[in-house]
């Protein structure tokens, strides 16, 4: 074998947990269990550690290309692995924007040589390229369709419901949206027009309404179409009510943001830093987000990894821009709250490993098992660690989390049977691969 990773506290598919070996040959899980007398190239001892899956973070914007500036695909998964993660779902809002064939292409090239982890890419849905959107999802890589129904620019914007009922008619792959409602929002900026405005008014422009009616006329859609769909960033607590009595059309996403912090403690301490789309709200949203994580509403945890440099910040509101770091505290952050009872690890597993390779249909990942591609995130659970903007990967080189402690953190990310990261360490050489998909 390749490597034996010896002695763990492994999390198996049948939600136990059992002190086992893994055995690791040519990429793939090739042997679980008592495999002292087996011979390997390499043991690694992790006695006291805990094996999950390779985490996948399915929402990740890394800039590249156009905006490499504020991120790029290296750094970006550099910053995963560090963290934890071994798979990302890459976002299409670039310069130019991935909405043809020859923009994917580009962005598999750079990510086949600066890829830390392995990488899939959205295609994104407009008017335009409704007519070759089964040829474009089709591509090799790819992970699905995004549309933005608000909060876009330019031909990413697809705000009406003609438009989105025949991309989801058309979409074979999954069907990711950005649920917020273009006209309202266009409403709510006109309200607040020639009123002095701070960053904490944030939530009460994009107000709950404006996620609600957009998530509304999502669900309608999907009924239309006969199509799931798959709703990113869920912010209000009127979303989880509205998905309970529409799970059979539709999955759904939280971001660790959103159940973490809360307004307006946020925007009073953090200021734009605290600035994402759709925004952080009060505590009373906080709380039924949370309780759709632990009664199984919702689906997936995702960063929503969207850099912008601190320059960018700075910039008075409503002019600075809305995003913020995440791939690389997505876990952390998440085995902290698995630490502190708020989920169990079981609960981790579903959210960041099993459901994102279930609704995405990713082959040959998310689970612990004899055939399965090596993904692996070994972890100590008992580590205290206190998350720094210095330790931050990404290009942008902060965190809304600085100077928080956090217990439990990964101490190995093992990326196609081989280590991507040693005890805080990134091995320096990208060995990140295209993921594949079953359709």
């Not at 990413?156 to 949206?177: C, F, G, N, P, W």
């Not at 698995?338 to 579903?350: E, P, Q």
Request: aromatic residues 6%.
């Amino acid at each position: 074998m390749d490597i034996i990773l010896q002695g763990g506290s492994v999390v198996l598919p049948n939600n136990k947990i059992e002190e086992l070996d893994i055995g690791i040959y040519d990429s793939k899980i090739n042997a679980i269990g008592d495999l002292s007398r087996s011979s390997s190239k390499k043991i690694i001892n992790i006695k006291n550690l805990l094996v999950i899956p390779g985490a996948i973070d399915t929402q990740v914007h890394f800039r590249e290309p156009g905006l490499t500036h504020k991120e790029d695909i290296f750094h970006g998964t550099m910053g995963a692995v560090l963290g934890g993660v071994t798979s990302i779902f890459e976002m299409p809002n670039t310069k130019p924007p991935t909405t043809n064939l020859k923009e994917l292409t580009n962005k598999f090239k750079i990510a086949e040589k600066s890829g830390f982890c392995n990488f899939s890419f959205f295609i994104g849905a407009t008017r335009e390229n409704i007519e070759e959107i089964n040829e474009l999802e089709s591509f090799s890589g790819c992970c699905g369709v995004k549309i933005f129904m608000g909060s876009s620019t330019g031909d990413l914007l697809v705000e009406d419901d003609e438009s989105i009922i025949k991309i989801l008619k058309r979409a074979k792959k999954t069907v990711a949206v950005h649920s917020e409602d273009e006209y309202r929002l266009k409403q709510r900026k006109k309200d607040f027009l020639n009123k002095k405005i701070l960053v904490s008014d944030h939530p009460f422009i994009r107000d709950v309404e404006s996620a609600v009616i957009s998530t509304t006329r999502l669900l309608k859609a999907a009924r239309t179409s006969k199509k799931k769909i798959h709703i990113l960033h869920l912010s209000t607590a009127n979303e989880v009510d509205l998905l309970k009595s529409n799970k059979d059309i539709a999955t759904c996403e939280a971001t660790p943001q959103h159940l973490f912090f809360h307004s307006q403690e946020c925007y009073e301490r953090l200021g734009s830093l605290a600035q994402m789309n759709p925004p952080i709200r009060d505590k009373s949203h906080s709380k039924v987000i949370w309780q759709g994580v632990q009664t199984g509403v919702i689906d997936v945890i995702g960063s929503d990894h969207a850099p912008h440099t601190l320059e960018e910040k700075s910039k008075e509101y409503p002019n600075s821009p809305s995003g913020m770091p995440g791939v690389q505290t997505l876990l952390p952050i998440m085995l902290d709250f698995v630490n502190k009872k708020k989920l169990s690890i079981f609960d981790l597993v579903r959210l960041l490993c099993t459901n994102p390779c279930n609704i995405y249909k990713v082959l040959n990942k998310g689970r612990i098992d004899i055939g399965y591609d090596a993904d692996l995130t070994v972890i100590d659970m008992n580590k205290k660690f206190r998350i720094t903007n210095n330790w931050i990967q990404s290009k942008s080189k902060w965190t809304p989390y600085d100077n928080v402690v956090v217990k439990g953190m990964p101490i190995f990310t093992i990326v196609n049977g081989k280590v991507a990261m040693s005890e805080n360490e990134v091995i320096p050489v990208p060995q990140g691969q295209k993921l594949k998909f079953d359709y």
